[in-house]
């Protein structure tokens, strides 16, 4: 594709969902585009390892919000489904506990429903009911004015949802945590445990997270979908839809400098090579920015979360292995026998819980109830944001392995290796996303105006954007992804702004019918 002389350039800095989705938004609109990512391969977080010949996913596993990704294709002209196969997954998750006992959720509300009266009572399960009714309120209420806002403000909700002061406010449940709000709904204690789980997709804490992050339940209950090929699969698409329109996409260009005078002018690269540029996305941690790893003038454009808020981090391993014991699901949370112990030591004691709660991802059953050879597994536990401090030495994740290992068995379940997993720690989170010190979520949500001050895309230095799950909306592929979209709009409108001439588009490409139409989905 020839791009016209009057072209502005737009240097996106990163290659995860944020920043792929702004190329696909700034090329669309008739921008120069150039997407800098300094790893081996687009996608951040989302990624594989490969264990025994075989690629396994080692970030996000699943897709929800799937109209995010709708939306971004039919704005361009394209289909989604023509580029990358989504399959629905019936059931949720399965859930175990050290007592012997497992639960499942479903996407069908009524048979999750069933399945809690069975496991624990008809009580708890008229209990989930209200918490799905719940749930559902909060996200319909945020949705508009938060979610799919450019720069939501708390005055902008209010006024969207005709709120009548405090009364009104209390229904999106900012004032208690998510904890709170599930005790008021579950009375048996494992319960309790599952829906606090939720807190962890952001990187927070239950017991200090404001209960509306209990939206998230209701998102994976409203659909969740495993993309054949794995979530980079989806990844390789959005890239692909990039390059159509015409962005450039390098791969090992780490950009070591924004360079500025009254307003961005250029970036370095490790290499030596100077890329001028008309307007920068940074779709990394606002940290790098902040710390002064891109440059002084980068540094004070921002405001970057301090460390004491970062959001948690992971260790995990990726292997090839035989399992015996219950049948694994796709999804599978195995549980700890003290929440609020494990809680303490990765938030208060910045330490690895001596007992986790253990997420294992069985891609392989997705097709197949019980694979007949080894198969392929994703085993992850939660830990503190502090990689590169070197608190985390061999001793300590050997330690972490024997705990989570024992977590699985005293669930009822064997895991037996055919070769070394793969593992990945803090440490290495920290060295893949510099300046997050392995946090994988942004900052942790502790309250409602936390959401509320997260930074959006525009910053003080003209020319500087910012996107990615350290900004507005938040952590999650689809978040990182709209985060990417309001960045791109509103570039593209200081652009024009200046004197460019670009292709009118709906602000992030939300307000469209094909967007609207497939959040109710």
Same mark, same amino acid.
Not at 51 to 61: E, K, L
Not at 89 to 117: K, N, V
Not at 158 to 186: E, N
Not at 461 to 470: E, F, K, M, R
């Given at each position: 594709?020839? &791009?016209?002389?009057?072209?502005?350039?737009?240097? &996106?800095?990163?290659?995860?969902?944020?920043?792929?989705?702004?190329?696909?938004?700034?090329?669309?609109?008739?921008?120069? &585009?150039?997407?800098?990512?300094?790893?081996?391969?687009?996608?951040?977080?989302?990624?594989?390892?490969?264990?025994?010949?075989?690629?396994?996913?080692?970030?996000?596993?699943?897709?929800?919000?799937?109209?995010?990704?709708?939306?971004?294709?039919?704005?361009?002209?394209?289909?989604?489904? *023509?580029?990358?196969?989504?399959?629905?997954?019936?059931?949720?998750?399965?859930?175990?506990?050290?007592?012997?006992?497992?639960?499942?959720?479903?996407?069908?509300?009524? $048979?999750?429903? $069933?399945?809690?009266?069975?496991?624990?009572?008809?009580?708890?399960?008229?209990?989930?009911?209200?918490?799905?009714?719940?749930?559902?309120?909060?996200?319909?209420?945020?949705?508009?004015?938060?979610?799919?806002?450019?720069?939501?403000?708390?005055?902008?909700?209010?006024?969207?949802?005709?709120?009548?002061?405090?009364?009104?406010?209390?229904?999106?449940?900012?004032?208690?945590?998510?904890?709170?709000?599930?005790?008021?709904?579950?009375?048996?204690?494992?319960?309790?445990?599952?829906?606090?789980?939720?807190?962890?997709?952001?990187?927070?804490?239950?017991?200090?997270?404001?209960?509306?992050?209990?939206?998230?339940?209701?998102?994976?209950?409203?659909?969740?979908?495993?993309?054949?090929?794995?979530?980079?699969?989806?990844?390789?698409?959005?890239?692909?839809? $990039?390059?159509?329109?015409?962005?450039?996409?390098?791969?090992?260009?780490?950009?070591?400098?924004?360079?500025?005078?009254?307003?961005?002018?250029?970036?370095?690269?490790?290499?030596?090579?100077?890329?001028?540029?008309?307007?920068?996305?940074?779709?990394?941690?606002?940290?790098?920015?902040?710390?002064?790893?891109?440059?002084?003038?980068?540094?004070?454009?921002?405001?970057?979360?301090?460390?004491?808020?970062?959001?948690?981090?992971?260790?995990?391993?990726?292997?090839?292995?035989?399992?015996?014991?219950?049948?694994?699901?796709?999804?599978?949370?195995?549980?700890?026998?003290?929440?609020?112990?494990?809680?303490?030591?990765?938030? $208060?004691?910045?330490?690895?819980?001596?007992?986790?709660?253990?997420?294992?991802?069985?891609?392989?059953?997705?097709?197949?109830?019980?694979?007949?050879?080894? *198969?392929?597994?994703?085993?992850?536990?939660?830990?503190?944001?502090?990689?590169?401090?070197?608190?985390?030495?061999?001793?300590?994740?050997?330690?972490? *392995?024997?705990?989570?290992?024992?977590?699985?068995?005293?669930?009822?379940?064997?895991?037996?290796?055919?070769?070394?997993?793969?593992?990945?720690?803090?440490?290495?989170?920290?060295?893949?996303?510099?300046?997050?010190?392995?946090?994988?979520?942004?900052?942790?949500?502790?309250?409602?105006?936390?959401?509320?001050?997260?930074?959006?895309?525009?910053?003080?230095?003209?020319?500087?954007?910012?996107?990615?799950?350290?900004?507005?909306?938040?952590?999650?592929?689809?978040?990182?992804?709209?985060?990417?979209?309001?960045?791109?709009?509103?570039?593209?409108?200081?652009?024009?702004?200046?004197?460019?001439?670009?292709?009118?588009?709906?602000?992030?490409?939300?307000?469209?019918?094909?967007?609207?139409?497939?959040?109710?989905?």
């Amino acid at each position: 594709m020839v &791009v016209a002389k009057q072209s502005p350039r737009v240097v &996106v800095v990163g290659g995860g969902a944020g920043g792929l989705a702004a190329a696909v938004d700034c090329a669309r609109r008739g921008a120069a &585009v150039v997407v800098l990512e300094r790893g081996a391969a687009v996608g951040g977080k989302v990624r594989q390892e490969w264990v025994g010949g075989q690629p396994i996913d080692a970030g996000p596993t699943v897709l929800t919000m799937r109209w995010v990704f709708e939306a971004l294709f039919a704005d361009a002209d394209d289909a989604l489904g *023509e580029h990358v196969q989504l399959q629905p997954l019936p059931l949720l998750a399965r859930h175990a506990w050290q007592d012997g006992e497992r639960l499942d959720l479903y996407a069908d509300r009524e $048979a999750s429903a $069933a399945a809690i009266a069975r496991f624990a009572s008809g009580a708890d399960a008229s209990g989930y009911l209200a918490f799905c009714r719940h749930t559902e309120a909060i996200y319909q209420k945020v949705q508009d004015p938060f979610i799919r806002a450019v720069r939501p403000t708390l005055a902008g909700m209010v006024g969207s949802l005709g709120l009548r002061g405090l009364p009104g406010a209390l229904g999106i449940d900012f004032h208690r945590t998510m904890w709170k709000a599930i005790c008021d709904y579950f009375q048996d204690p494992r319960l309790r445990q599952l829906f606090a789980r939720y807190a962890t997709y952001y990187g927070s804490n239950p017991f200090e997270a404001p209960a509306t992050l209990n939206l998230i339940a209701h998102v994976e209950q409203a659909g969740v979908w495993a993309p054949v090929g794995g979530m980079t699969a989806l990844i390789q698409a959005v890239a692909g839809l $990039a390059r159509r329109l015409g962005a450039e996409i390098r791969q090992e260009a780490a950009v070591t400098a924004i360079e500025a005078d009254s307003r961005v002018r250029a970036v370095r690269l490790a290499s030596g090579e100077r890329i001028a540029a008309d307007a920068v996305i940074f779709a990394g941690d606002l940290a790098a920015l902040s710390g002064g790893l891109l440059g002084a003038a980068a540094a004070r454009a921002v405001k970057g979360p301090p460390r004491s808020r970062r959001s948690l981090s992971a260790v995990t391993w990726c292997l090839r292995g035989t399992t015996e014991g219950w049948p694994l699901a796709y999804h599978n949370v195995l549980f700890s026998r003290d929440y609020a112990a494990e809680f303490t030591a990765l938030f $208060a004691r910045g330490a690895l819980p001596h007992e986790p709660t253990v997420y294992v991802c069985a891609p392989d059953r997705l097709g197949d109830p019980r694979p007949e050879v080894a *198969e392929r597994l994703f085993v992850l536990v939660n830990a503190p944001p502090r990689g590169g401090e070197g608190w985390l030495t061999a001793r300590e994740i050997e330690a972490c *392995e024997r705990a989570t290992w024992g977590v699985i068995e005293r669930c009822g379940l064997s895991m037996a290796p055919t070769e070394p997993p793969r593992v990945t720690t803090p440490d290495e989170f920290a060295a893949r996303f510099p300046g997050s010190g392995g946090g994988l979520y942004g900052t942790a949500t502790r309250g409602l105006l936390d959401a509320m001050v997260r930074p959006t895309a525009a910053t003080k230095l003209p020319g500087l954007y910012v996107a990615g799950g350290s900004v507005h909306p938040g952590a999650g592929v689809p978040m990182a992804t709209l985060s990417g979209r309001y960045a791109a709009t509103t570039a593209c409108a200081g652009l024009a702004s200046t004197g460019w001439s670009l292709r009118a588009a709906t602000a992030g490409g939300t307000s469209t019918r094909s967007a609207t139409t497939a959040a109710t989905d």
